[in-house]
């Protein structure tokens, strides 16, 4: 192949978005250069590659671009399933919850790489994970690190475009998605789970619901065991109550403790020049924070972070607390 072709395979796959064709044509087209002598263009290339992963993996995520799962209409019925593809950096060592949770989560993970022992003793795997739990508690997270631990890609599912008032059409795009998974050993990542109890807002009877919940029940039961289901809900009361006892694992992931929101706070300034001084104000923000969700104290920090940046407070980057108390009061007066 000739540079200019692989110049035009380059754009082709740009423009579709098409991560991983494009990242092995850059690799084939930088081997070519190193061949024909072209040895700083090669190197260049590399740079560029180099760096470009380098700030995709700045928070833990390579999101990987949309390929060709079928042709003609159902590759663009599969692809408007699907919101993202996506392997994780992340471990547990990003994930701040309960100890009994952690344990569980470990044994899960640790159920998968042992596949091939349990095998032997015709022992079945956990591959069904629900988590449930407030708003901002870390249920996505949570997910991450699993495809983090597990080096598995995931793809996470519109369940917008899933759910349809159409009948039948519902249950087909949902074995289309675990068709594919089943083809990949991957894992599906169902945020808002609850939104497929919500059929009961169409104007159907509620034999179509009972269709739906059977079809999943289905794609559980015969879902290969190196594949994995995740599913979220802020709404566990609003699932099908044969769905959720289908799940290996229902982890309820709430909100944090003043242990775990001292333990957040650490984690977000960790890496960073900024500073908090301990005193009966910090106690009167960590007593203030409580009940609210990890994502809105975060939120919250990261807002009292950049204020102390614009005010210019002291040259040693100490976050202001009085700042911060006062986004943390607003956040929960919202």
Not at 101 to 117: A, G, Q, R, T, Y
Not at 175 to 196: P, Q, Y
């Amino acid at each position: 192949m000739s540079q200019y072709n692989y110049i035009k395979e380059i754009a082709k796959y740009g423009l579709e978005n098409d991560q991983e064709n494009l990242l092995s044509v850059l690799n084939q087209l930088i081997e070519y250069s190193k061949q024909t002598k072209k040895i700083n263009f090669a190197l260049q290339l590399q740079s560029i590659l180099k760096e470009g992963l380098k700030l995709q993996k700045a928070n833990g995520l390579t999101k990987h671009g949309s390929e060709n799962f079928f042709i003609g209409k159902e590759h663009h019925e599969l692809n408007e399933l699907i919101l993202e593809k996506l392997t994780s950096d992340y471990n547990f060592e990003n994930l701040i919850c309960l100890e009994s949770v952690k344990n569980d989560l470990s044994f899960f993970v640790k159920e998968h790489k042992s596949i091939n022992i349990l095998r032997n003793f015709e022992l079945p795997v956990s591959n069904k994970v629900l988590f449930y739990g407030p708003s901002g508690c870390g249920k996505t997270l949570a997910s991450y690190v699993l495809a983090g631990e597990l080096e598995k890609i995931m793809y996470v599912i519109n369940l917008g475009a899933v759910v349809s008032s159409k009948l039948g059409e519902t249950s087909k795009n949902l074995s289309r998605i675990f068709k594919k998974a089943a083809s990949e050993n991957c894992i599906i990542f169902l945020d808002e789970f609850d939104s497929l109890g919500k059929l009961r807002d169409y104007n159907q009877d509620h034999g179509e619901m009972k269709r739906v919940v059977n079809t999943i029940l289905q794609l559980f039961d015969y879902l290969p065991q190196e594949s994995i289901v995740i599913a979220a809900t802020n709404q566990i009361d609003m699932i099908d109550t044969a769905l959720i006892r289908r799940f290996d694992f229902k982890v309820n992931l709430g909100l944090p403790d003043s242990k775990q929101i001292i333990e957040l706070i650490n984690k977000t300034i960790e890496k960073t020049p900024f500073k908090i001084k301990k005193s009966t104000k910090f106690d009167s923000i960590i007593e203030e924070a409580q009940g609210m969700s990890f994502y809105s104290i975060q939120k919250t920090l990261i807002n009292a972070i950049k204020r102390t940046i614009f005010e210019n407070i002291d040259k040693e980057y100490t976050i202001d607390l009085n700042i911060w108390h006062q986004l943390i009061k607003n956040e929960k007066a919202d």
